[in-house]
Every structure is written in structure tokens, then in C-alpha cells.
């Protein structure tokens, strides 16, 4: 599958990959300096493969609170939130952002691996809510980095887009198109997400030529991958999935366990946790990869790295890795990438980057 | 790139009027791999089999062995990746050459394609 940019990336000398079946772009100048310039000026991002799906009914709000681990019913209008939803056993049927346009109307952005396993459980799950596919209705692109809202500021006739909070939106113009603009983004920067009539391809260009003084590039998964690792955040398929429950990994502020009822709080609640997911430093110049094996001092087996990359921000070798509850920051692990043993220290957190500012 | 020769594991390996071969990647496998950031080297005298393993270059999206095109012993590394993986990238045939081996049987080289069959080989790969 291809998404409307497809083109425009080929144009502008994207190396594509197979992405859950999607022809994205991995890289265009290169993933590092991608992850640079995201971190230092502002890039544009085509995530339109990710799924998005309508909402709407009196009973949506019931609906998506049974779903969510998050609390939706804490949402108003033009806000969104994070929330996993999950499976009666607690393991994650996928991470999404939920946007209450109205308190009968709802907006879900999924990842593009889980598209239509989301809309079949969300359907079987929301009787009587309308849940519709729009994914091809829109592009998504995101605009990410210090410099995002110097870029927005002149793509959109609406005067305030710099006093959005993290998580707000507007519904607005862009360069004439309606438009749902966010403060949303998953790099560890300050951004924002676009959602406009995907026939309007020729928003792509504009944009960076409008942003060509801020030095905007387009970026693609490679540096996606890079700076969401950086910024601690997980990727399904890679670091969540239906054998992890979010307890296990750094997702439990999102689980809002007093809340009535939702899919999967009673074995949440019940379930003993033996393992958590923890940020690593590799000691050694090498890169772990999702699957490398983690051994204990002791020589034992303790867990697996579910992400591993090189930081171009701290210019180290670092990842996420499963580890045993009572291991603790500062603690010594060997990494097994190809057969050998390396060092890696435990950090206290996923997050390796913290942009400065709110 | 006369007197170069290939593996089909993308090596290069050129040979030096004292007989010591220097050995990197081609410029197809430094594009295909992307941003270099480590490199872990063998150690000056280890001795590798034609197309052993012997050193590791890791890029941010993946990790990829090299093999030695030729038997022999390492005589020398290129020390200065270690703070400059990137030079893989930039300067594949020059600054970023890998390892100098003294091969133990130079008649091996007749294993290896010549530019022209490489450039063939990597066009095959590409379709």
C-alpha cells in the first residue's frame, strides 16, 4: 500500500521500506541527520498509514471508556489523550490517541500494524457506537521540533496555534483546507500533527517551501524510530504487544485503574508482575536489536531487548530491554547480539532525551 | 577501481605492491546500510579463512558482518574508525578502509569478481 505521498517521497529521494506492508520512507538525506535537524529545527513526517477511525453516538464516550485504560471521560472538547486499550488478560491490543471533537464524536489515530485488527475489536466492542474507518478520508503528516510553531504560525489563518497545550487541537485551516491541527507528536519534541483531506497532496510541498528559512526536512521512519527511542516511547510490535501488559512497561500512568470498569483492569489489577521494561547503555560500541537476549550477573537469562539503538543526541548505544522486577538502576547486564556478550548498564527510566521547556 | 576485486558479500579488497591486501565495503553496501556508527575490529595478527567473519559494522537500522575476501593475517586496522564510522559512508575506498591483511594465498583472488563483474552483480541485486 502506498499513501497519496507516495510520489513526493520518491521526488525528494526517500529510500523506501516495507513497512506492514506500506511503502514508506525509511530516510531521505539520512536517518542521523534527520534525528538532528528534528532536535535542532523542524521536519515534516508523512504518517499516513497510521489508522484512523470515526467515533460518534450518544454511547461513544461509554464505549471508548470500556476500551481505553486511559480515563476518556477526563477529556473536553479539542483535547486528546495517550491510552493503550487492551485485552481481557491485560496484554495491549495497541496504543492510540483518542480526540474528543464532541462529547458524541470521537477521533482514534492507531498504528498502521494494527489497523484492522483494531477495527474489529473496537466494532465488537462498541455496539451501538458508529465506528468508521476515515483512514483514507485524510493525510496525516507531522510538523516536529523547536521550531514547529514558527512553521504552523504560517501555514493556518488561526491566530492562537502557539497557545495550543500538548494534547489540544483546533479544527482550522491549512494553506485553505479545513483542518485538525494538534499539539501531538511522538518524537520527544514539540509538534504538531495535521489531519487534512488527503486529495490535498499539495500541502506537502508548500509547507516546505513556507519552511524553507527554519530549515525544514522531511524525515522518515528511520528517524521516527530513533527519536521515539530517545524520548522513552514504546512501538508496538517492538516494545508492546499482546504479551505485555502496560504494568510491565513504563505505560502504567495511562491505566487508570479507578475507573468503573475497562477491558482488561481485573487481570491488571490481579496479575503479579515479574518483569519491567527498563532503558539501557550499551557499554560497547555495538547496537542491540529487538530479540537480543539479556543475561544477569549471575549468568542467568533475565529478559530481551525489545528496541536498541545509537542515540545521535547522546551519541551512545542505548534501548529498552525486559528485565526482572528486582533489578535496579545502575545494575550490570550482558547483552547477546550475534552470539557475543556485551556490558550494558540499567538506567532508572526509558527516557534518554528531555526536551528543555514543558 | 582497476585492480580492485569484490566479494559477492560486498568487500572490496585491493593489493599493495608489498602484497598486503586492504580491505572495506563497496559504496552499494555503505548506501544500502545507511548512517555507520560503530565498528568492531579484529585484533592485529588473528588469522581468518577466505570469507570468515571477521569484523562487525553496525548502522543505525542494521548490523552486518564482513568477511575476509582473502585467508591471511590481520597486519593492521584502521584505528581511526573507532571516533569516525561515519568515514564508511563518506569515503568507502579511501578513509574508510577497514582492515590490511597479509594474505597466505594470493591465488584466492581468482574467487573474487572484478569491478565491472560487480557493478553487474549489484545491477541483478537492484532489479
Redesign the interface.
Known amino acids: 500500500m502506498k499513501t497519496p505521498l507516495y510520489d513526493f517521497h520518491k521526488s525528494y529521494g526517500a529510500?523506501m521500506v516495507d513497512f506492514h506492508g506500506w511503502e514508506m520512507p525509511?530516510?531521505y538525506s539520512?536517518?542521523?541527520?534527520e534525528h538532528i535537524n528534528t532536535r535542532s529545527a523542524v521536519s515534516i513526517f508523512d504518517v499516513s498509514h497510521m489508522g484512523r477511525f470515526e467515533v460518534r453516538g450518544s454511547s461513544a464516550l461509554d464505549c471508548l471508556q470500556i476500551l481505553a485504560t486511559n480515563d476518556v471521560a477526563r477529556l473536553r472538547d479539542y483535547t486528546a489523550l495517550y491510552s493503550p486499550i487492551c485485552y481481557y488478560d491485560g496484554g495491549i491490543v495497541d496504543d492510540l490517541i483518542i480526540y474528543r471533537i464532541s462529547k458524541e464524536k470521537f477521533l482514534l489515530v492507531v498504528n498502521a500494524s494494527n489497523r484492522e485488527k483494531d477495527l474489529e475489536w473496537i466494532i465488537e466492542h462498541c455496539g451501538s457506537a458508529n465506528v468508521e474507518n476515515a483512514s483514507d478520508k485524510t493525510l496525516l503528516l507531522a510538523v516536529q521540533g523547536p521550531l514547529a510553531a514558527r512553521v504552523m504560525e504560517k501555514v493556518t489563518t488561526h491566530k492562537n496555534l502557539d497557545r495550543l497545550k500538548p494534547f489540544e487541537f483546533v479544527i482550522t485551516d491549512i494553506f485553505g483546507a479545513e483542518s485538525i491541527i494538534s499539539r501531538t507528536g511522538y518524537t520527544g519534541e514539540d509538534g504538531f500533527e495535521i489531519f487534512v483531506d488527503s486529495t490535498r497532496t499539495d500541502i506537502w510541498d508548500k509547507l516546505i517551501e513556507v519552511a524553507s528559512k527554519f530549515k525544514i526536512k522531511p524525515a522518515g521512519l528511520?528517524a521516527r524510530d530513533?527519536l521515539r527511542i530517545e524520548a522513552g516511547l514504546m512501538l508496538y510490535g517492538n516494545d508492546i504487544d499482546e504479551n505485555v501488559t502496560p504494568f510491565e512497561v513504563p505505560l502504567k500512568w495511562a491505566v487508570k485503574v479507578e475507573k468503573p470498569d475497562f477491558i482488561g483492569k481485573k487481570a491488571l489489577t490481579s496479575r503479579i508482575i515479574d518483569r519491567k521494561l527498563v532503558g539501557f547503555e550499551l557499554l560497547e560500541?555495538?547496537?542491540a536489536?529487538h530479540g537480543n537476549e539479556v543475561f544477569l550477573k549471575n549468568g542467568q537469562r533475565g529478559g530481551f531487548v525489545t528496541s536498541g539503538?545509537?542515540s545521535p543526541t547522546l551519541k551512545k548505544?542505548v534501548g529498552f530491554c525486559f528485565v526482572p522486577t528486582y533489578i535496579s538502576p545502575g545494575e550490570s547486564v550482558e547483552l547477546s547480539?550475534?552470539g557475543k556478550l556485551y556490558g550494558a548498564k540499567v538506567k532508572n527510566s526509558t527516557r534518554f532525551y528531555k526536551r528543555i521547556g514543558n | 577501481m582497476e585492480g580492485t576485486k569484490f566479494t559477492k558479500e560486498h568487500e572490496w579488497i585491493t593489493i599493495s605492491s608489498e602484497g598486503l591486501a586492504m580491505i572495506g565495503i563497496s559504496d552499494f553496501a555503505q548506501e544500502q546500510l545507511g548512517d555507520i556508527v560503530s565498528v568492531e575490529l579484529p585484533k592485529v595478527g588473528s588469522k581468518f579463512r577466505q570469507m570468515q567473519p571477521m569484523a562487525i559494522v553496525d548502522s543505525v537500522k542494521a548490523s552486518s558482518d564482513i568477511y575476509s575476501p582473502l585467508s591471511g593475517e590481520v597486519v593492521q586496522v584502521n584505528d581511526e574508525l573507532s571516533e569516525h564510522p561515519e568515514w564508511i559512508n563518506e569515503s568507502p575506498y579511501e578513509l574508510g578502509w577497514i582492515i590490511k591483511i597479509k594474505p597466505s594465498n594470493i591465488e584466492e583472488l581468482d574467487d573474487l569478481m572484478t569491478a565491472g563483474q560487480y557493478s553487474e552483480f549489484v545491477g541483478e541485486m537492484e532489479k
Do not use: A, V
Not at chain 1, 539520512?30 to 541527520?33: A, C, H, K, N, V
Open positions: 529510500k525509511l530516510q539520512g536517518i542521523i541527520d528511520g530513533t560500541k555495538r547496537i536489536r539503538t545509537f548505544s547480539i550475534g
